[in-house]
C-alpha cells in the first residue's frame, strides 16, 4: 500500500498546537491530542473555562487521557539521537516556535498567554529549514566575493611582477643610454681640451717670441742709456754739442 503523506507531512499533523512538538500525547473529549506539558501549563494558567485552541470547544483538561495510539507511531518516528529540547525559563516548555517580531525563541504557551501574543510566530523546524537556505546563499555568496578577490589578487600579483620586470628593462636600458652618453661626452671633453690646449700653446710660444724680442729691445735700450750716460757725463759744452749731433742719426 502506498503512503498518501510524507513523513514530514506526517511529523506536522501529529504534532502539538501548542508547542508544535511530538511527545506525551494526552486526547481531549472532541479527540484533539496535546502534548502532557502544554495542557497542564495552559490549564494553569487560564483562570476561565479551557477551550480547545483546534475546535474552540470547552474542554476539561483534567480528565484528558493519554492517547496510547499516537503515542506508539511517536515513538516509531523518534529518532534515538535526538537530542532533548530547550525549555522556555517561563512555562518550561519547550522552545519550539520563533517569534517573528521579537526574533527570539518562545515556547507555545509565550505565544498564547505571554509577551508574545498576536505576534506573528513560525516553528523553529521551518526556522532552521529557512535560515540553512538563507546560511546556503551566504555562503554562496561569500564563495562568489571570494572569487573575485582571488581574481584581484592573482591580478594584482601579475601586474607587480610585470612592473618589477619592466623596471629591470628600463633600468638596464637607462644606464646603457647614459653610459654612451657619458662616453660621447669623454670624446666631446677630449676633443675641446686638445683644442683649446692646441690654440693656447699657439698663443704662448706668439707671446713667447714677442716677449724675446722685447727682452732683447730693453737690453738694447738699457746699453745705449748706459753709453749716453758714460759718454756725455764729462763733456764741455762743444764737445758735448758736436758728439750728440754725431750721435743722432745712431
Not at 477551550?51 to 529518532?79: K, M, Q, T, W, Y
Not at 581574481?151 to 636600458?173: G, H, M, P, Y
Not at 758728439?243 to 743722432?248: F, G, P, R
Request: charged fraction near 25%; charge should be negative; glycine fraction near 4%.
Amino acid at each position: 500500500m502506498a503512503w498518501q503523506v510524507s513523513l514530514p507531512e506526517l511529523e506536522d499533523r501529529l504534532q502539538c498546537p501548542i508547542c508544535l512538538q511530538i511527545k506525551e500525547p494526552l486526547m481531549l473529549q472532541y479527540g484533539h491530542s496535546y502534548c502532557k506539558g502544554c495542557l497542564v501549563s495552559l490549564s494553569y494558567h487560564l483562570d476561565a473555562e479551557l477551550r480547545c485552541l483546534v475546535c474552540r470547544e470547552a474542554v476539561d483538561g483534567s480528565s484528558s487521557l493519554p492517547n496510547v495510539s499516537l503515542a506508539r507511531v511517536i515513538e516509531a518516528l523518534r529518532f534515538p539521537e535526538d537530542p532533548e529540547p530547550k525549555v522556555c525559563v517561563h512555562h518550561w516548555n519547550p522552545l519550539s516556535l520563533f517569534c517573528e517580531k521579537d526574533q527570539e525563541l518562545i515556547c507555545g504557551l509565550c505565544g498564547l498567554l505571554g509577551s508574545h501574543q498576536h505576534h506573528p510566530v513560525t516553528p523553529v523546524s521551518t526556522v532552521y529549514s529557512r535560515m540553512k537556505e538563507e546560511l546556503a546563499a551566504l555562503i554562496s555568496e561569500l564563495k562568489q566575493e571570494q572569487k573575485k578577490v582571488n581574481e584581484l589578487i592573482a591580478k594584482l600579483v601579475n601586474n607587480r611582477t610585470r612592473i618589477v620586470n619592466e623596471l629591470d628593462v628600463f633600468s638596464w636600458v637607462i644606464r646603457r643610454e647614459f653610459q654612451e652618453l657619458h662616453h660621447l661626452v669623454d670624446e666631446e671633453k677630449a676633443h675641446c681640451l686638445e683644442g683649446i690646449g692646441g690654440h693656447t700653446r699657439g698663443l704662448v710660444a706668439s707671446l713667447d717670441m714677442q716677449l724675446e724680442q722685447a727682452q732683447g729691445t730693453q737690453e738694447r735700450l738699457a746699453q745705449a742709456k748706459y753709453v749716453l750716460e758714460e759718454q756725455f757725463s764729462n763733456e764741455g759744452h762743444h764737445e758735448f754739442i758736436q758728439k750728440l749731433h754725431s750721435m743722432a742719426s745712431r
